[in-house]
């Protein structure tokens, strides 16, 4: 069954470090990039980065730059997303979600996300 | 960055009508880049249409994407009480980065 499996809630206090993991299976995990999308409550989706589970290289949005880092081990086809210096508005479900494209008829590829985990709620809280 | 707008914020209506929601990008947009979930309470988003105007998998035929540019649509023709929800716009952009937009609430009048 293709699925993405994601870890349990967490609770951290102001300033430390939280660590997800995604644990895909079905498919192979190589040959798609994973993406991490947060929703604080009652939000919207919030694009965080990706990492391409191949060659370890990963790409941040700008706001999370400094304090996210995505990591992948193949041998268990596990992605991670660790977020540092932790604040209240980190408060969020934190989903991983891969990415594929479809060739239309004119050729050009349309990216989306096809799979998503089913979210990890991480609470800051003192 | 392109920015997607969506409205309304909420759309209020009975089943059985008809729903448009609208998504707008500050700069033009490739259709074959802008995709809409749908997303429930408690659950996590669900690819509706891609490329547009392409419905999902298993989407049923009165969920329809439009649009081109800046101005994008998302027409559900005849209301199911499972398509009260929240709906997302979202667009690809350069180095495979993605946003989306702020969500349309459609909930039942």
Known sequence: QVQLVQSGAEVKKP?????VSCKASGYTFTGYYMHWVRQAPGQGLEWMGWINP???GTNYAQKFQGRVTMTRDTSISTAYMELSRLRSDDTAVYYCARDTYYYDSSGHRNWYFDLWGRGTLVTVSS | EIVLTQSPGTLSLSPGERATLSCRASQSVS???LAWYQQK???AP????YGASSRATGIPDRFSGSGS?????L???RLEPEDFAVYYCQQYGSSRMYTFGQGTKLEIK
């Open chain 1, 15 to 19: 300033g430390a470090s939280v660590k």
């Open chain 1, 54 to 56: 191949n060659s370890g």
């Open chain 2, 31 to 33: 259709s074959s880049y």
């Open chain 2, 41 to 43: 309470p408690g659950q």
């Open chain 2, 46 to 49: 669900r690819l509706l249409i």
């Open chain 2, 69 to 73: 540019g800046t101005d994008f649509t």
């Open chain 2, 75 to 77: 027409t559900i023709s």
